[in-house]
């Protein structure tokens, strides 16, 4: 398919035959029926392609990771129940205790904290550099067991954008593949791939969804790394799968297939992170409309960062696209149609202004969310990423008076006059 990202959104994943329902059916049932068990036995060899729990896969979900696999230019997709198992499973699939990743520093709080506590606990370990670091910094935090490289297109909520094309090529140096979660300029502005990225993930229950109304998580692999080439690091692809009768991934299911494979087979299996075929709906009826939904994003995202850069009351603005920003040439080069509706800034008064300030909107509601139709607004040093300290906030990019404000969809004009009538 070589269809425009318009379409894609609108009609990828699923293309109904004859007679069928046009709408993505909702496949709610736990279990497949079958005529014989010998069948019911090669599914579970991995012999033939075939639906037996829900647990692990489900036809709602996989025309709607199909769609998402589309809009990415990947090879294979799932989805997950959330952005935080897609996280997990991208790096746990590939990286077993003892193993090492490169991660930036610049992190949505919760990977984060799944990266320096959880997965530390099984004995994986991390370092984090700075997403500007210099290329010696970066050739420097690899070790001899590194297994990947993991950073944001856009990070949640520093807004750095990553140079995704250097990162790539410092991680295929090392013989690792590169994982993206791109969450925030969704393929819409951003298609990772294109720049050498292997892996992209996405918190689909951000813009992908955009409504607010389900959680979920997606994995894409692009099936351009080659695992075979690195037989001694990545063993799980390409050595024997005794847990089910030896099946060797690279093998049976190509470079295209054997990433989300094994991760289906492994980690769906006994971990059961799987999406409810009823968000999976959910999530494809907002994918429909994603195409537009992000431009409207993106302009009211730009018009709230030239307001508040010119108002006296606020401190500093940062937004990718807005002309002067730090990260201005790199949104141009990686984004050139625009970043996201999030834009971040300090109010004139630190932490407490931040509070003042909130307190008098009101379009833009308090929630620990982003990224959806409606505008909502977050201080992030008192909610998501209360649990660091100051010098862990500042290597994500973070400082204590920043205000999160994520730019819905409503009339630009509402927005600018909620936010001059707060500031006073
Ligand atoms: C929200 C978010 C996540 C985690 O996703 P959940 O769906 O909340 O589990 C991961 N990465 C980024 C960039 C996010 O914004």
């Excluded at 609108?10 to 010998?38: C, L, M």
């Excluded at 994982?179 to 050498?196: A, K, M, Q």
């Excluded at 409810?276 to 009211?300: I, T």
Aim: contains cysteine.
């Amino acid at each position: 398919m070589n269809n425009s990202i318009e379409t894609t959104c609108v009609q990828g994943g699923y293309r109904p035959k004859n007679g069928e329902p046009r709408q993505v059916p909702i496949y709610q049932s736990t279990t497949w029926k079958y005529d014989t068990s010998e069948f019911m036995g090669k599914l579970f060899d991995l012999e033939e392609a075939g639906y037996f729990y829900t647990r692990l896969q489900n036809p709602t979900n996989d025309l709607v990771a199909a769609k998402i696999c589309e809009l990415e230019g990947g090879s294979a997709a799932m989805l997950t129940s959330s952005g935080q198992a897609a996280s997990f499973f991208s790096i746990f699939n590939l990286a077993s205790c003892g193993d090492h990743i490169v991660s930036s520093s610049a992190l949505y709080g919760g990977t984060y904290n799944l990266f320096a506590t959880t997965m530390k606990r099984m004995g994986i370990e991390f370092s984090f550099v700075d997403p500007d670091c210099s290329d010696a910094e970066l050739e420097a935090a690899f070790k001899p067991n590194t297994k990947a490289v993991f950073g944001e297109s856009v990070a949640n909520p520093a807004l750095s954008v990553l140079d995704i094309e250097r990162f790539a090529q410092a991680a295929h140096a090392h013989g690792v593949p590169l994982i993206i979660d791109n969450t925030f300029p969704t393929p819409v502005n951003c298609r990772p791939i294109e720049w050498g990225a292997d892996i992209v993930i996405h918190s689909t229950t951000k813009y992908m969804d955009g409504h607010g109304a389900a959680v979920g998580g997606c994995i894409v692999d692009a099936g351009k790394f080659d695992w075979t080439k690195y037989p001694d690091k990545f063993p799980g692809f390409t050595q024997p799968d005794d847990s089910y009768h030896g099946v060797v991934y690279t093998e049976r299911f190509g470079l295209e297939g054997a990433f989300i494979v094994k991760a289906t087979a492994q980690l769906m299996r006994d971990l059961g992170s799987i999406q409810s075929p009823q968000n999976a709906f959910l999530l494809n009826f907002g994918l429909e409309s994603l195409h537009l939904r992000m431009a409207k994003h993106c302009e009211n995202g730009l018009a709230v960062a030239r307001f508040l850069s010119e108002h006296p009351k606020v401190s500093w603005v940062r937004f990718p696209s807005l002309e002067g920003d730090k990260y201005y040439d790199q949104a141009c080069k990686y984004l050139p149609n625009g970043s996201c509706g999030v834009v971040s800034f300090g109010v004139v008064g630190g932490r407490e202004g931040a509070e003042a300030f909130m307190k008098k909107l009101t379009i833009a509601q308090i929630a620990t969310h982003v990224a959806d139709a409606r505008t909502c607004v977050l201080h992030p040093a008192n909610a998501t990423h209360r649990q660091m300290t100051d010098e862990e906030l500042a290597a994500a990019g973070i400082t204590p008076d920043l205000i999160r404000l994520s730019c819905g969809i409503e009339g630009t004009e509402d927005l600018i006059a909620d936010l001059a009538a707060a500031l006073g």
